[in-house]
């Protein structure tokens, strides 16, 4: 270590390609609770294929339950005209641990099932997997701590 502090390292935010941005985006408000923390739109494709594939029109909005330097958000790509995507096997599912994302689920009348471990599971629109366990963050007893989980090969 010679010397040197060890810095801590945290995922910043995950990115899911959406179809649907207006049902999307209720559901992380109304459902997850999370707020639209900034949206930029954008005529043409991102050089570095920020968007995917797609040369047109697009935008990204970043939800959350806080401030993007202190806290995992969540991207949303939208491109314009796409009505749907494949979607991979590599992404799991994204760890909320909220009370009132599982209240916001069961007023919302969402669809959702137990996962073994007793974690509500929902699904945003175009099937992206949310456990929503019933307790605030154990880390720091605040809203909204997020976990990603997904497969590594």
């Known amino acids: 270590q010679s010397g040197k502090m060890a810095t801590a390292r945290r995922a910043l935010h995950f990115v899911f390609k959406v ?3 207006t049902a999307t985006a209720k559901f992380y408000r109304e ?3 999370m707020k639209i923390l900034r949206h930029e739109e954008f005529e043409e494709g991102c050089k570095a294929a ?3 594939p797609y ?4 935008s990204k909005s970043m939800v959350g339950y806080g401030p993007e330097d202190a806290h995992f958000v969540v991207e949303l790509t939208y491109n314009y005209g796409i009505k749907q995507y494949k979607k991979g096997d590599d992404f799991q599912h994204i760890t909320v641990f909220s009370k009132s994302a599982v209240e916001n689920a069961k007023k919302c009348g969402w669809p959702s099932t137990k996962a073994s471990d ?3 599971v929902v699904e945003a629109p ?3 997997a949310f456990h929503l366990h019933n307790e605030d963050s154990p880390k720091t007893g605040k809203l909204g701590s ?3 989980i997904y497969r590594v090969y």
Not at 55 to 58: H, L, R, T, V
């Open 55 to 58: 040369d047109g029109k697009w």
């Open 118 to 120: 007793g974690a509500v």
């Open 126 to 128: 175009g099937g992206f």
């Open 19 to 21: 179809a649907d941005r």
């Open 146 to 148: 997020v976990r990603c």
């Open 31 to 33: 459902v997850l609770g």
């Open 50 to 52: 920020c968007n995917g």
